[in-house]
C-alpha cells in the first residue's frame, strides 16, 4: 500500500512557537505508531521563529530536541518560503501543528488552500475567526452565547495620542471594573495576558498587550470553575466529556498551563449532567458560529454560585503537549490519541472533497 504523505508543519512566527513544538512530537509519534505507521509517511516541516521554511534533516532533529533552532542570519532580501516551495509537491495532506498568528490565524491556511492540498483543521474564515478574540466574540453574541462583558481596543487609542489613553483608561474602569484582564486579540498559551486590579496595573498592561498586537481586547474578571470541552468533525461536529483545570497560580498562565504538577485537569468534570450537556451544546454552536472545522477546544466559566456558563473562547488549533486537554478529552471520551490524529487526516479529506 502506498503511504500518504503528512506534511507536519509546526513552529511558526508566534509566540506559542515552543508550545507547538511539543505538540508537533506528539502528533509525530501517534503518527508512527499503531496502524498509523502502516498508513502514513511523515513529512516534517519546520517554521523558524523568524518565518523561514525549512526542510530535510532540520525538522527532525528539532522534533527530536524539543528546542527551537537558534536563528541563523538571513541573506538579504530572501524571502521565507524560496528554499522550501518544490519540496512542497511531496506532501498529501497537510497537518499544520500551529499555535497564535502566522499559523492558526488564517494564514498559512489560505497558502494551503492556494497549494489546493487537504489540510488538517479550519479554513482561512474560521481560523481567522477563532484566532481573533474580538472578531470571535461578535460571533459568539450574534449566535446568542453568554460571554463576559468586554471592551475591543485599538493600538492607536494607547500609544499614539496622550489625550485619547486617559479616556480610555477611565472608559474601561467605569464598564468593567477591577479585577480586569488584558489580551493581546490574536495569541493563546495566555501569552501577553494580564490580570489587573488597579490604574497602574491597567496601564502597563495595555502597553504591553500592545506591543504584541494592534488588537487588545480587556475583560471583566469573572470569578469562577473553568471548564472546556472538545470538538470533533465538520459540518456535524460531535463534542467530547467535559474537563475542568484546577490551580493554585492566580490565573491559568503559560507557566500553569505548561509546567507538569501545576495544575490540575478533572476529566469528566464534576458537574450536574444538566451543566455538561449545555457546555456540549455550546462548544458546539461556537464551532459553527466561527465556521471551524476539523477541530476546537471551546474554553468556558462556570459561575456555580449562579449556575452561569460563560463562553470564554475557541481554540481551532489546541494544544497536543503532555498537559494538554484536547486529546486527554478525546481519549476520556473513546478515541486513543492515535485514533485521534488519523480522524483529523480523513476529516481534512472530506472537507478538501467539499470543494469549499
Ligand atoms: N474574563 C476573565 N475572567 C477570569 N479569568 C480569565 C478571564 N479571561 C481569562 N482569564 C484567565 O486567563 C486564562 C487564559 O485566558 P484565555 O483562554 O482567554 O487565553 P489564551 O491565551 O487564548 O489561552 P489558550 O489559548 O492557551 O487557552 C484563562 O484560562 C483564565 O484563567
Ligand atoms: C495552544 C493553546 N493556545 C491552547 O489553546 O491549547
Ligand atoms: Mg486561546
Ligand atoms: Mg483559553
Not at 502566522?102 to 489560505?110: A, K, L, M, R, S
Not at 489580551?183 to 500592545?210: F, H, Q
Request: aromatic letters at 8%; proline letters at 5%.
Amino acid at each position: 500500500m502506498t503511504k500518504m504523505r503528512i506534511g507536519l508543519l509546526f513552529g511558526g512566527r508566534s509566540g506559542e512557537h515552543e508550545v507547538s513544538i511539543s505538540s508537533a512530537r506528539a502528533i509525530a509519534r501517534a503518527l508512527a505508531s499503531d496502524e498509523n505507521a502502516t498508513k502514513y509517511e511523515v513529512q516534517p516541516f519546520y517554521i523558524q521563529k523568524d518565518g523561514r521554511w525549512l526542510s530535510g534533516n532540520i525538522p527532525q532533529q528539532v522534533l527530536e530536541s524539543g528546542k527551537p533552532l537558534e536563528i541563523e542570519q538571513k541573506a538579504e532580501n530572501e524571502s521565507p518560503l524560496s528554499r522550501e516551495f518544490p519540496s512542497f509537491n511531496a506532501v498529501d495532506v497537510w497537518f499544520p501543528v500551529l499555535h497564535g498568528p502566522n499559523g492558526e490565524d488564517g494564514t498559512v491556511q489560505g497558502l494551503l488552500k492556494l497549494m489546493q492540498i487537504p489540510f488538517v483543521g479550519s479554513g482561512v474564515l474560521g481560523s481567522a475567526m477563532g484566532m481573533d478574540k474580538i472578531a470571535m466574540k461578535m460571533a459568539f453574541a450574534h449566535a446568542g452565547l453568554p460571554q463576559v462583558k468586554y471592551i475591543a481596543v485599538n493600538r492607536s487609542q494607547i500609544w499614539s495620542n496622550p489625550c485619547v489613553f486617559p479616556k480610555l483608561c477611565d472608559q474601561i474602569e467605569e464598564t468593567l471594573g477591577y479585577p480586569c484582564f488584558v489580551k493581546p486579540a490574536n495569541l493563546g498559551s495566555s501569552v501577553g495576558i494580564s490580570k489587573v486590579r488597579s490604574r497602574t496595573e491597567l496601564e502597563a498592561a495595555l502597553d504591553s498587550a500592545a506591543s504584541y498586537d494592534r488588537r487588545i481586547i480587556v475583560e471583566a474578571g469573572v470569578i469562577a470553575r473553568e471548564l472546556e470541552c472538545a470538538v470533533l468533525g465538520n459540518d456535524n461536529p460531535q463534542a467530547s466529556t467535559v474537563g475542568e483545570i484546577s490551580f493554585n497560580s492566580d490565573f491559568y498562565d503559560y507557566e500553569t498551563k505548561y509546567t507538569q504538577g501545576q495544575a490540575d485537569l478533572s476529566i469528566p468534570a464534576k458537574a450536574s449532567s444538566a451543566i455538561i450537556s449545555k457546555i456540549q451544546d455550546m462548544a458546539v454552536q461556537a464551532f459553527l458560529a466561527i465556521d471551524g472545522a476539523g477541530l476546537g477546544r471551546v474554553d468556558f466559566f462556570y459561575v456555580e454560585s449562579t449556575g452561569e456558563v460563560l463562553i470564554n473562547e475557541i481554540n481551532t488549533f489546541p494544544g497536543f503537549t503532555a498537559t494538554s486537554m484536547y486529546p486527554q478529552l478525546w481519549e476520556a471520551s473513546g478515541i486513543s490519541f492515535s485514533e485521534l490524529v488519523d480522524r483529523l487526516i480523513q476529516l481534512a479529506l472530506e472537507r478538501h472533497g467539499d470543494k469549499s
